[in-house]
């Protein structure tokens, strides 16, 4: 059985490292990699507990899973403990991942920068947790990740986040003001750094920087061996050819790794104590010396090259383990006495290192030293081979690295642990450091065995000769284990130099060190012995030293052996005589040559070899020996008391190497000097002078650390206990010498400088040593006699001090001496108090201080000033208590003179941050006394400098840091102090304009925005500053004298503080809102708080501010924090009552308003109009929101309707403020919405607000904001309305402008007449842009009325006719398209409040088609779907979130009012106008089937129309392009009624042509051939027939009593049809060119019989129009001017196409001008040779597809021109002029346009006489495939119109309306465009080709297809030959396809039979058709 227990608490958290995944067994628990688990208990191999993030689902999972981690619980939930810096990398990845991926969809270019630091800062945070890193690289990797932070957080603009040295987050409550401020500077320059391009970034720990230090690690080396070596590695000077480093010794073995063991991967040296000189030599090299250990020769090996492996993967094998010791041993003999073995020189490595120190980053990784081999040289020679280059092929080398380190040793081993551990040994320079330490006792002496030079004695050759060198003393006997050959070699007892083949005068250069104790020292010497070698193994064993030489370390009178060279004597070794019992008995033969005087001495054994000498060089450095005779003579002057005035004298000669290393002796003898000599007047200033130079020589830079000796021995080894009188009396006396006035020359003139003022100089500059010295043999004194006698040292010493201050006093030149003083005053202050009485001491400080003269060595004074506040005498409460007010005054005087302002900075921040601290005891008087001098000259310092200067931020924080460390009482005390001067109200006003200048966000800040805690900090103190003035302004400025501007001034200051953005904690990201919560809280609330209390202060004086405060409570009260809103909104409701309750008489006051309420006010007009006004300017700025608007209604209704008074009045108030915030909420969101339509909706609805709330300005603002908005997308005449809006405003007189009626468009208009007399032009002009002349000329009337009547202006009103008459001239002669008009509905909640579930009539653009039209209504509602059908939708889609628009296309009603142009003879340009233009009634139709007419569904008595009417807001056009419908209502139209309306139309048509074609002969006589052909042979849809048939049987009338008036109409009219067409046919026979004169026959045939059968029934009918040449005479029935058909309807009956209210093309729309429309048309064509292959008349559209029309467009826009050559064309037409900027609008050719044409100098040339051809031209187009026309004629036909089966009528209409009543765009046009086109007429086959179209046709991409080809029938007898099928995709404005077909079919010749009607096409099934 398994047994759970309960889990460990420290075992209860972890992280799944992997997934688990076992749904199918019982009580498991699924796991995710890296959820979090929290563990309950456990069992062996499974834990049992739940997800953090899914607590309810509980389970078992095996241990292995998981990682158990240590965990803190924070907020209820677990978390991973970790470090802190791991912590906030954590946070800042999950903050700059959002952004990081804003950034990336932005495609900001930061992004990849950010990216990296994050991938950075991801890798440092997995080494930090891994725990795998030592110290050092822990704290490297974290300095390393905060600067990718600090850095990252520069880049993405967040806050900047303040760290110490370490990198921690400081804490920023814990420290004052100025300090937080420097700190944010550190941060600054911090971040700067770490941002440079630098390889390698220095630790931020100051490092020293007068020591420098070289690692080196020996990694390889790559050579032949054949036996083991010593490796010898030095730094090298190659300027002087001299080492400069100790040797670092490698014994490198025969098979290529160290021998010894410890050695083995720990190659490396610490070449330290190189100075800055050093670093900076021209040439620097690291050079390695290999010296072979073996025989003379070398030995050959089976292995004779062997190349060096990589220490650290080598291994020690047992032969090299048995080598590694075989070099120079401790007794100086070989390793294994068997072994014949000797130092040989081998080679030379070299390397030139002055680049590299240079720049350390260039050259990482392994540097290569080049070596080669000695061979006969020397290792000195092969070296000077190696720098100078002269040396061939270099193929050894080896491989070292290098890195330069800064720092002294014990620094480098605490930051760089990893890379200098304890077993590194450190090679020394060979002398002293630049800077020498205390600690560092050396006592080393480099011996260089320079040279030798030895006769031939016996031997025929040159000697071998090695020189043995030991250390022995004065017995002769060796000193074991004194030297050394280099740093990693253990010490020797003897060094053995290297051997030299066969050179009697070798050159060995080689360097070692001796270190012998210092007790020895003196007495031990050196002692150099002479051998040859000989190669001979047997005979090198027989040898005998030859020669011996020695040196003595000490000499005679006490001091060392002298630095450089020395040359000894050689003397010969007889062994036979030799006695070495006596083994110094050479001690008493002269060691050098220099002592030899010419002698030859000699005793038994030895004798000089006069010829024979050696070479050495001495290099001491010692810090306990000296070399110095002087110094002696003084260290030993009670021996030699007859030198001592010439040994102290002496002692400014001594260097001061040797000084520091006696320091303590000489300091012990100058002392003892001073005590115990005999003749005081000669010694005390000697001893004392002498002591002025041993401080000064320790205080130069290079002995610097020296002091702290210095201070050692005066603390602990000073003993000299009467010294302090006799110093004192030698200071006082030099004092006086120095003040004591100078003697002048003759002419007045000074002396030089005397020696007294030197000496003065000289002591005071060090006069704090000699006051240490003072004190403390003071002290001692005193201790040894119980302190008796301190009344007369403090009588002394204050008789000293007032020497100090008659020595300031005194008038002679001593500046320097004063300086000096300054500089060390703190100093011997400090030191003083250990004797002295602190108060006493203070104020003769201050006595000092004062006694300078005020210009006087001011800097000097403030840097003592600056010196003292760091001192402990600062620190004590009394002392401070008399300093402090000198010091604040002094900086006061500076402050206010401007000068050593930075000083002045620097000592009140010190000031200030000593105050902070816990230890200085009581500071409330010491901020008393700050805050009483310096807190108003600090705060108009700050206030008067400019933001950009460097200092002013720290001004503002030593503000700050004074009002931070204030309390109540302190601003009682500065009240009081101020109010008594009566500068309390200036302090005030002062002070609360600089804390709103320092918030302002007008203003250029003061801190970085992203200083977030200095901000924090700020505003924290701010806040307890305004909390205390509110007290103030209340006690002093409300009774009995009200000051209006103080109150103004801090509810200004206050609410802008409460506002500004760093306060807004809404606007910050979690992280940063919870950090702020957790430091610094949301301080809104106590300011919103403060504010409310204030204002309720005010009492009977709050109506002074009711206007004016209403913004800025306002903008504070849409701070989106619910309390503060809850405290603030009441204001507003106190401020209604207060103006309404206010008098209305001036004088009289508030309260007597109380008492006399006749005297009310009794409205609150100024507070309602600012608060609209700042309504809209803050929910503009992007202030407030709904909840803020929900929450403003319910607090102020609820005190509303608790108001008696208010009641009402107050209610509605609310509503429509309520109201005004819904608007402009709404228009804020959609301002920034890329729908114009809505943008310019919001502004129209705010305009109407205002103007029903009478605000004028506000009005005005968006009248001229709607205007700008027209402007930008060029909506030229909705402009135009709009401004006339302004000018509704003014009057036509000279009165002053009002500020409210101003325009800034005209501000230089300064009277009503002037600004509307401007608007005015500048409306005409936009009208002239949007071509609405009329309303134009309409401005030109008012202005020309005013220049006429009012003014008499004659030359103004001159210019204004001649503008009024272009005007006129432009409606007649310009183009001018007519928009369209579209009825848009708006359903679903989806779209803004203002569109939701309403209806629109939109006004189209210029040549805006139903398509392009839809297609923007979705673009601009790209989430909206366009509906498909016109029923009114169900509550699932207009109570839906989506959004779905119904479009289709109505046509204006034109207004009654316009009757007048009935029955009269008008241009139709005039008219067009008015059909379309200031209408505000629409209509559409839709058709559908009843069969109660009879007949079956397709009967023409059947199709009926459903008309629409609607009314909209306001006419149109207007300011907007489109107005909502306010009114609309439905009804039918019969099919008799439609019948009347169609006939109506057709008449219009002809009449219209007819008056055209007259006015106009060069219009083109094609629509007219059209037109006529469709009416007389309407062989498709059978014209009239269809109606007489329906209608005009007895049948109809006994079914339909009622419609008997209709019939009679129908009737009329078919008979007035008659006169009209002859005398078209009249006319088109007089135009028709000879080519067309078959189809004039046609045509008067038809027409002949028509006109039989019509009058036969109907009777005969007269006409007005008479046909003449010139003119025609005619009377207009009424304005509306048909429509025609375009060349697919050449053979449908005119009568059944027509409709009076068509919602596509109705007659009174003039899309464009015929020439225009023609060409377009025709080149929309393409005409083929031969019958189109694959499709038929039975080819039916696509039953389903139904996509929008935008996306069926097939046009290409680019095609300019097309050639058309036509095949069966009998007649072309010419060229026509190109009108490139008019696509087309309908599919027909209207008459309007025709007659716009008339009208204008646009139409083209009449028709040329056509030319024949003899062969058939083929198409320059090739064929489009079969694939391409499946593609494009499969299209689906339009959603709007149906074209049914034609198979049983003759009326396409009557067909098309029972099919699809609910189509979008389905209208009641009866228009051509409407129906099927026929096909064309048949061409006989003896007619004429004439098919040549050699002109190109301009491509219009919008226009309509108009066929041009007629074909004739040559024969009266209806004879038809062959009819070619010619097939064309005719594209109308859905971009929809029809098939206008011609069919080919047999011809029948039998001219007696008469001809039947052609066939119509069958069409298909379920095509569409959308105009």
């Known amino acids: 059985m398994t047994v759970w227990s309960d889990c460990n608490a420290k075992q209860s958290f972890g992280i799944a490292k992997c997934n688990f995944d076992q749904d199918t067994k019982p009580h498991r628990l699924n796991l995710d990699v890296g959820d979090a688990v929290i563990i309950l208990k456990e069992t062996t191999h499974w834990f049992y507990g739940y997800k953090q993030k899914e607590k309810q689902t509980r389970g078992i999972f095996p241990k292995s899973y998981v990682h158990l981690c240590e965990y803190i619980i924070v907020n209820g939930e677990y978390c991973i403990q970790r470090t802190d810096i791991v912590e906030e990398i954590t946070k800042v990845l999950l903050e700059w991942g959002g952004i990081a991926k804003s950034y990336f969809l932005s495609t900001n270019p930061d992004f990849q920068k950010i990216r990296r630091k994050m991938n950075e800062l991801n890798n440092n945070r997995a080494a930090l947790i891994s725990g795998n890193l030592p110290l050092d690289e822990m704290r490297k990797v974290k300095l390393q990740a905060t600067a990718q932070i600090d850095t990252g957080n520069k880049l993405l603009g967040l806050d900047m986040v303040v760290r110490d040295e370490s990198g921690d987050i400081l804490d920023t409550n814990a420290i004052c003001t100025t300090e937080l401020y420097e700190n944010h500077v550190h941060a600054v320059h911090r971040i700067e750094k770490a941002n440079r391009l630098s390889s390698e970034r220095e630790t931020t720990r100051g490092l020293n920087k007068y020591s420098h230090n070289i690692l080196l690690h020996v990694n390889a080396f790559v050579c032949k061996f054949q036996e083991d070596s010593d490796l010898l590695f030095t730094l090298f000077n190659g300027d002087t050819h001299k080492p400069i480093s100790e040797n670092y010794v490698v014994k490198w073995s025969r098979t290529g790794i160290a021998r010894d063991i410890d050695q083995f991967d720990n190659n490396r040296v610490l070449f330290t104590d190189l100075s800055r000189n050093d670093l900076s030599i021209s040439k620097m090299y690291l050079v390695c010396y290999a010296i072979r250990i073996g025989s003379m020769e070398v030995k050959d090996s089976t292995d004779s090259k062997r190349t060096s492996m990589n220490i650290a993967n080598s291994v020690l094998t047992a032969a090299s383990r048995k080598h590694s010791q075989l070099s120079v041993n401790s007794n100086g003999s070989s390793g294994s006495t068997s072994e014949y073995m000797m130092r040989r020189p081998f080679g030379v490595a070299c390397k030139d290192l002055t680049p590299i120190i240079s720049k350390p980053e260039d050259f990482r990784g392994n540097l290569d030293l080049p070596f080669i081999m000695c061979e006969k040289d020397t290792l000195d020679g092969t070296l000077r081979k190696l720098i100078e280059k002269d040396v ?566 030593i503000m700050l840091g004074i009002l931070q460390r204030m309390d109540a009482q302190h601003y009682k005390y500065f009240v009081n102090d101020l109010h008594q001067h009566g500068e309390l109200k200036d302090f005030v006003i002062e002070i609360l304009l600089v804390f709103e200048e320092l918030v302002s966000p007008h203003q250029k800040a003061v801190f970085p925005r992203d200083w977030m805690d200095m901000i924090m900090h700020q505003n924290t103190v701010i806040l307890g500053a305004l909390q205390q003035l509110s007290i103030v302004i209340t006690d002093y400025f409300l009774c009995p004298v009200f000051d209006k501007q103080i109150w103004s001034n801090f509810f200004q200051c206050s609410i802008a503080f409460l506002v500004q953005s760093p306060l807004q904690l809404n606007d910050f990201n979690d992280n940063k809102r919870q950090m702020v919560f957790a430091r610094y809280r949301d301080i809104r609330k106590d300011t919103a708080k403060e504010i409310r209390k204030m204002w309720f202060q005010l009492g009977m004086h709050k109506p002074k501010f009711v206007p004016q405060l209403v913004e800025p409570i306002l903008e504070m009260s849409m701070i989106p924090e619910t309390e503060l809103r809850r405290e603030t909104i009441p204001i507003f409701f106190d401020m209604m009552q207060c103006e309404y309750n206010s008098s209305r008489l001036e004088v009289e006051s508030y309260g007597d308003t109380k008492h006399n309420s006749s005297h009310h006010k009794g409205n609150f007009s ?173 401005m030109c009337k008012v202005l020309a009325q005013q220049y006429e009547e009012e003014i008499y202006d004659y030359i103004k009103l001159a210019e204004l006719l001649k503008r009024m008459a272009q005007f006129f001239e432009k409606i007649l002669k310009e183009l001018r398209h007519t928009s369209e008009y579209f009825r848009v509905c708006f359903y679903g909640r989806g779209f803004p409040r203002l569109l939701q579930n309403r209806v629109y009539i939109f006004r189209g653009k210029e040549y805006e088609r139903h398509s392009d039209f839809c297609s923007r209504m979705l673009v601009q509602h790209p989430q909206a779907e366009l509906m498909q059908t016109l029923e009114p939708p169900g509550e699932d889609i207009t109570h839906s979130d989506g959004q779905y628009i119904q479009v289709n296309k109505v046509e204006p009603i034109m207004d009654a009012a316009f009757s007048k142009f009935n029955e009269k003879i008008i241009s139709n340009e005039i008219v067009k106008y008015f059909t379309s233009n200031n209408v505000h009634k629409f209509q559409f139709s839709r058709p559908f089937r009843d069969s109660t007419g ?220 015929p020439t225009s429309s023609i060409k377009s048309t025709l080149a929309s064509l393409s005409f083929n040779t031969r019958p189109s292959l694959g499709h038929s008349p039975s080819t039916k559209g696509n039953k389903h597809k139904d996509k929008t029309p935008a996306k069926r467009r097939s046009m290409k826009k680019d095609r300019e021109t097309l050639s058309l050559p036509v095949a069966n064309c009998q007649w072309y037409t010419p060229p026509l002029t190109t009108i490139t900027s008019t696509p087309e609008k309908e599919i027909n050719t209207s008459v309007n346009s025709l007659a716009s044409a008339s009208n204008s100098s646009l139409s083209g040339p009449k028709t040329p006489d056509p030319r024949v051809l003899t062969e058939e031209l083929t198409p320059k187009r090739p064929l489009r495939s079969e694939k391409e026309k499946e593609r494009r004629l499969s299209r689906p036909a339009s959603i709007a119109t149906p074209t049914a089966s034609i198979k049983n009528f003759a009326d396409t209409r ?75 995709s005719i594209t109308n404005s859905t971009y929809e396809y029809l098939e206008a077909t011609n069919f080919s079919m047999p011809g029948i010749n039998d001219a007696s039979k008469p001809r039947p009607p052609t066939p119509p096409p069958k069409p298909s099934r379920h095509s569409k058709h959308i105009p």
Request: hydrophobic share 35%; with cysteine.
């Open 1494 to 1713: 009879g007949g079956t569904m397709d009967d023409v008595r059947n199709l009926w129309l459903e008309r629409t009417e609607l009314i909209t807001q306001f006419p149109l056009p207007g300011i907007l392009r489109w107005f909502p419908v306010v009114d609309s209502h439905t009804f039918k139209i019969s099919p008799l009624e439609r019948a009347v309306e169609i006939m109506k139309d057709t008449n219009k048509d002809i009449r219209q042509l007819v008056i055209l074609h007259q006015s106009d002969e060069s219009l083109h006589i094609n629509p007219l051939s059209m037109k006529l052909n469709g009416i007389v042979d309407p062989a498709v849809m059978g014209g009239f027939a269809k109606y007489e048939e329906a209608f005009l049987t007895d049948e109809y009338l006994e079914q339909h009593p009622d419609d008997k008036d209709l019939i009679e109409e129908l009737k009329e009219l078919i008979a007035l049809q008659i006169p009209l067409l002859q005398c078209a046919i009249r006319l088109h026979r007089q135009k028709a060119p000879d080519s067309l004169k078959a189809l004039q026959d046609h045509l008067e045939g038809c027409f002949a019989d028509m006109q039989q059968h019509v009058e036969s029934r109907y009777g005969r009918k007269s006409c007005d129009l008479k046909i003449e040449r010139d003119s025609v005479i005619m009377r207009r029935t009424n304005s509306f001017l048909p429509a025609i058909f375009d060349a697919s309807n050449n053979r449908l009956s005119e009568t059944s196409m027509g409709s009076s209210d068509s919602g596509l093309s109705k007659s009174t729309f003039l899309p464009r001008p």
């Open 392 to 957: 061939g092929k270099i193929e050894s080398k080896m491989a070292v690295t290098f890195e330069v380190l800064r720092g002294d040793i014990k620094q480098i081993k605490e930051d760089f642990p990893r890379l200098v551990h304890t077993n590194v040994p450190v090679a020394r320079k060979m002398g002293f450091p630049e800077v020498i330490l205390p600690g560092d006792v050396r006592n080393d002496l480099y011996l260089t065995v320079c040279s030798g030079e030895f006769a031939r004695i016996a031997k025929t050759s040159e000697k071998n000769v090695e020189v043995t060198i030991c250390v022995a003393n004065e017995h002769g006997h060796l000193v074991p284990g004194v030297m050394s050959i280099g740093a990693g070699h253990p010490p020797i007892d003897e060094y053995k130099s290297v051997v030299y083949y066969h050179d009697d005068k070798p050159k060995w250069q080689e360097t070692f060190k001796i270190h012998v104790p210092i007790e020895e020292f003196k007495q031990c010497h050196l002692r150099f012995t002479l051998k040859h070698r000989s190669s001979n193994e047997q005979k090198d064993r027989s040898e005998k030293p030859f020669g011996l030489s020695y040196v003595r370390l000490m000499q005679a009178n006490g001091t060392t052996i002298l630095q450089g060279q020395h040359v000894l004597a050689v003397y010969k070794i007889d062994h036979k005589k030799y006695d070495k019992t006596l083994a110094n008995s050479y001690m008493e033969l002269p060691a050098t040559t220099a002592e030899l005087l010419g002698t030859k001495p000699s005793i038994t054994g030895l004798s000089l070899l006069p010829k024979d000498q050696l070479t050495i060089d001495v290099n001491l450095c010692s810090t306990k020996l000296t070399q110095s005779v002087s110094l002696l003579g003084l260290l030993h002057w009670s021996a030699h008391k007859e030198t001592l005035e010439q040994s102290l004298n002496a002692l400014s000669t001594v260097p001061g190497e040797e000084v520091v290393k006696f320091l303590q002796d000489i300091l012990d003898a100058l002392f003892n000097i001073l005590v115990e000599n005999d003749n005081p007047e000669k010694y005390d200033q000697l001893v004392f002078m002498s002591i002025i130079h041993l401080i000064e020589t320790v205080s130069d830079l290079k002995y610097q650390h020296f002091l702290s000796v210095l201070d050692v021995y005066i603390n602990e080894s000073f003993s000299a206990t009467l010294a302090y009188t006799k110093l004192m009396d030698v200071l006082q006396r030099n004092i006086s010498d120095a003040i004591t006035p100078s003697e002048k020359s003759a002419d007045g003139i000074e002396h030089e400088e005397s020696a007294a003022v030197r000496r003065l100089y000289k002591t005071t500059r060090y006069l704090h040593y000699v006051m240490k010295f003072v004190i403390r043999s003071r002290v001692l004194y005193a201790a040894m006699n119980c302190n008796n006698d301190y009344v007369d040292f403090a009588a002394r010493l204050q008789e000293l001090l007032k020497m100090f201050i008659d020595m300031i006093g005194c008038p002679s030149n001593l500046l320097k001496s004063e300086g000096a003083l300054l500089k060390n005053l703190h100093i011997i202050a400090t030191d003083l108090m250990e004797v002295f009485d602190q108060v006493h001491l203070s104020i003769s400080i201050v006595e000092i201080l004062e006694k300078f003269p005020p210009r006087r060595l001011t800097q000097s004074k403030m840097g003592c000033i600056k010196d003292f506040v760091e001192t402990k005498l600062f620190s004590s409460p009394k002392c401070r208590a008399i300093l402090l007010p000198v010091f604040c005054k002094h900086i006061k005087d500076h402050l206010e003179s401007k000068e050593e302002i930075a000083e002045c900075i620097n000592i009140m921040n010190n000031i200030l941050k000593l105050l902070y601290r816990p230890d200085v005891g009581s500071t409330h008087n010491d901020v008393r006394d700050i805050m009483i001098i310096l807190l108003r000259p600090v705060m108009k310092a700050a206030h008067s400098l400019d933001r950009d200067t460097g200092v002013v931020g720290q001004f503002f924080a």
């Open 1854 to 1928: 009557s067909l098309s309306e029972s099919s699809n009543r609910n189509s979008v765009e389905t209208t009641d046009s009866t228009s051509e465009e409407d129906i099927r086109p026929p096909p064309l007429p048949a061409k006989t086959r003896d007619s004429t080709d004439f098919s040549s179209l050699s002109h190109s046709l301009d491509w219009n991409p919008n226009g309509y297809t108009m066929l041009n080809v007629l074909s004739s029938n040559t024969s009266t007898s209806g004879s038809i030959s062959t009819t070619t099928m010619t097939k064309t």
């Open 1166 to 1338: 100024e507070f309602k109009t600012a608060m609209i006004e700042k309504l809209d300017i803050l929910i503009g700025a992007g202030k407030g929101d709904a909840e803020y608007k929900e929450l403003f209604k319910k607090i102020m209704l609820e005190y509303c309707s608790a108001h008696n008074t208010l009641n009402v009045d107050g209610t509605n108030f609310v509503n429509m403020v309520t109201r005004l915030m819904d608007k402009l909420l709404e228009y804020r969101f959609i301002i920034q919405d890329e729908s114009k339509e809505n943008r310019m909706a919001c502004t129209f609805s705010l305009l109407q607000f205002y103007s029903e709330v009478d605000l004028k300005e506000m009005y005005i603002r968006y009248v001229y904001k709607l205007c700008a908005l027209h402007m930008e997308f060029e909506n030229y005449t909705e402009a135009a309305f709009t401004l006339k809006l302004h000018t509704e405003l003014l009057r036509w007189n000279d009165t002053e402008l009002s500020p409210q009626l101003r325009s800034y468009r005209h501000g230089s208009c300064r009277t009503h007449r002037e600004l509307k007399e401007a608007l005015y032009f500048e409306i005409m002009d936009y009208f002239d842009k949007g071509k609405q002349w009329e309303c134009a000329i309409d």
